[in-house]
């Protein structure tokens, strides 16, 4: 008995119909539900990454002293030097032996195909790459949370002045450190609120290790009633016998501000100068203060002080803010970043901070962060 055409339409529109249901959903997890532009966005600023990852190991001097002609063949065959010699010395060989197949895949020996050999290498050492990468990216995730317990999640009240931070590591975890307390008495006391932002020389693990020391050799000091100026000469000494010989030095930026009067002291010690912008628009730099820490233990620094008055804000950064790069490679620089500045509306910290960002996020688009970027706003209102 056959069967009707129109039970056999409707069969094969609901085949179709769940094929494509499966295929739909096959694809949304895959792609997270990103449209192919945001893909193709993700996949170009992933491949500028990894050919400035790959390329920091390729000798450009050598390449440009060849002729033209000669130069690509020298760029591939130093390319593939550089991704050879950062797998282990076992996946080394099992690629070799897979390209060598790929090669004899025209070549028939005892009927192998040499080709389904090689994509299986392939494939088993991508997927040996991957369990790499996952168990590292679960250990930096564990020391992200760590990290996430040595800075405030949320600012401290101060008595006439609001405050907001905001930190992007460039992995999971990073060398920036931002803080904000107050030490032995608090704010209803009449204590004195201590601002810290910091950059550790250098990027991921290494970087955060010495902001964990940093951030735990500040918090005892200041606990002991320090002085701004006994608290940098002691930090300093720290940090030199922690510097590697000066290798692993950190600018940094501290101060107190006294609610009571309005007055900021601080000392700079080589970091990235704050901004701070008056309520009718000029703006000074807070520049004074000497070395960074870890470089010299007797270096010597200098304290500065500034009266701050409502509607003023003051702005410290991280070299990631001015340093980061659009798709072309142009630095953010500091003209953009004082530009922004000067424009700053007159909104409260939190608003002030999510201007500055989003001013940074819109020159730098889809490119990866190259570095950690911090941002922490201070603003005076009326009390």
């Given at each position: 008995?056959?069967?009707?055409?129109?039970?056999?339409?409707?069969?094969?529109?609901?085949?179709?119909?769940?094929?494509?249901?499966?295929?739909?959903?096959?694809?949304?997890?895959v792609s997270e539900g990103r449209q192919i532009d945001d893909l193709w966005t993700q996949f170009a600023a992933d491949a500028r990454a990894s050919y400035?990852?790959?390329g920091r190991d390729v000798d450009w001097d050598e390449i440009k002293r060849l002729p033209t002609w000669r130069q690509p063949l020298h760029v591939a065959r130093q390319f593939f030097w550089a991704l050879l010699?950062?797998?282990?010395?076992?996946?080394?060989?099992?690629?070799?032996?897979a390209l060598v197949m790929l090669l004899l895949s025209d070549v028939k020996i005892l009927d192998i195909r040499f080709e389904f050999l090689a994509a299986a290498i392939f494939l088993l050492l991508l997927s040996l790459e991957l369990a790499d990468k996952v168990t590292m990216k679960r250990d930096l995730e564990i020391a992200r949370e760590i990290q996430t317990w040595l800075v405030p999640s949320s600012p401290p009240p101060v008595p006439g002045a609001e405050l907001a931070f905001a930190s992007r590591p460039q992995n999971s975890v990073a060398g920036d450190y931002y803080d904000a307390f107050f030490g032995t008495t608090g704010a209803a006391e009449g204590g004195m609120l201590t601002l810290v932002i910091a950059d550790v020389a250098g990027k991921s693990i290494p970087a955060a290790l010495l902001m964990a020391t940093l951030q735990a050799s500040l918090r005892t000091i200041a606990g002991e009633g320090a002085s701004l100026a006994d608290l940098v000469l002691r930090l300093n000494r720290y940090a030199c016998a922690h510097s590697l010989d000066g290798r692993r030095f950190t600018t940094a930026v501290l101060a107190e501000y006294e609610p009571a009067t309005r007055r900021l002291s601080y000392v700079n010690a080589g970091h990235n100068a704050p901004i701070l912008r008056r309520a009718n628009g000029d703006m000074e730099k807070l520049d004074i203060g000497g070395l960074p820490l870890g470089?010299?233990?007797?270096?010597?620094?200098?304290t500065s002080a500034k009266?701050?008055?409502?509607?003023?804000?003051?702005?410290?950064?991280?070299?990631?803010?001015?340093?980061?790069?659009?798709?072309?490679?142009?630095?953010?620089?500091?003209?953009r970043w004082l530009a922004a500045i000067r424009n700053l509306p007159e909104i409260s910290a939190q608003e002030?901070?999510?201007?500055?960002?989003?001013?940074?996020?819109?020159?730098?688009?889809?490119?990866?962060?190259?570095?950690?970027?911090?941002?922490?706003?201070?603003?005076?209102?009326s009390a």
């Open positions: 008995m056959s069967t009707p055409p129109a039970v056999s339409s409707a069969t094969s529109a609901r085949t179709r119909e769940h094929f494509s249901t499966r295929l739909h959903n096959f694809w949304e997890r400035g990852f790959y010699l950062k797998l282990t010395p076992a996946r080394r060989i099992l690629l070799l032996a470089i010299d233990s007797a270096a010597e620094y200098e009266d701050l008055r409502p509607g003023d804000a003051l702005i410290f950064f991280t070299d990631g803010v001015v340093e980061a790069f659009d798709e072309s490679g142009q630095e953010f620089g500091d003209g002030s901070l999510q201007f500055l960002m989003t001013t940074v996020d819109a020159f730098v688009g889809a490119t990866r962060q190259s570095d950690d970027i911090t941002c922490m706003i201070f603003r005076a209102k």
